[in-house]
T-cell receptor, first 113, second 117 residues
């Protein structure tokens, strides 16, 4: 089992619709979760962090965390063509006492005008 | 405010050579982490440094080494380059806040694209 798993996509969503991106993780003790956006040829850009169960909203973005199900998601409302990018889920994973920020392979999102 | 800076932007090296990549963190950030990202994958953790001390190391061979300087800038060194070392090398900085080394948000620099031929 991968430590952080995401569907690689591509995920295609019409402009103006809600894009839903999902991520599962293996370490039940993880406490810190992050979503990054990465445009082709660029470095990852932090969108949001989430540490507590429930929802966290920032503009058009909502992160959702369910630690019992080991599941974190990102919703993008009113999707715009500029949202087309790869979205990376990152989780602080502990492995034999050694912690590290572990990334999924990313979900490629395409917003269709 | 200036973000994380990295140099050089691009680099082409031959197998067996040595390379040094440099990173300057966001002002006020004391922690620097290095990641390797190959095409189609997420970034893979290499090292984390805080206050000039190594805080963590990923699953990379001893050919990879790093250090942090008193001004919190950092260098990543790779010896005996292999073709498989071709990747985007990312540096990220974070503020050592109440949550601790691994819990704070990390901000990435633009990366150094290394090509080994």
């Amino acid at each position: 089992q991968k430590e952080v798993e995401q569907n690689s996509g591509p995920l295609s969503v019409p402009e103006g619709a809600i894009a839903s991106l999902n991520c599962t993780y293996s370490d039940r003790g993880s406490q810190s979760f992050f979503w990054y956006r990465q445009y082709s040829g660029k470095s990852p850009e932090l969108i949001m962090s989430i540490y507590s169960n429930g929802d966290k909203e920032d503009g058009r973005f909502t992160a959702q965390l369910n630690k019992a199900s080991q599941y974190v998601s990102l919703l993008i409302r009113d999707s715009q063509p500029s949202d087309s990018a790869t979205y990376l889920c990152a989780v602080v994973i502990s492995n034999f006492g050694n912690e590290k920020l572990t990334f999924g392979t990313g979900t490629r999102l395409t917003i269709i005008p | 405010d200036a973000g994380v800076t990295q140099s050089p932007t691009h680099l082409i090296k031959t197998r067996g050579q040595h390379v040094t990549l440099r990173c300057s963190p966001i002002s006020g950030h004391k922690s620097v982490s290095w990641y390797q990202q190959v095409l189609g994958q997420g970034p893979q953790f290499i090292f984390q440094y805080y206050e000039k001390e190594e805080r963590g190391r990923g699953n990379f061979p001893d050919r990879f080494s790093a250090r942090q300087f008193p001004n919190y800038s950092s260098e990543l060194n790779v010896n005996a380059l292999l073709l498989g070392d071709s990747a985007l090398y990312l540096c990220a900085s974070s503020w050592e806040g109440q949550r601790g080394a691994w819990e704070d948000e990390q901000y990435f620099g633009p990366g150094t694209r290394l090509t080994v031929t």
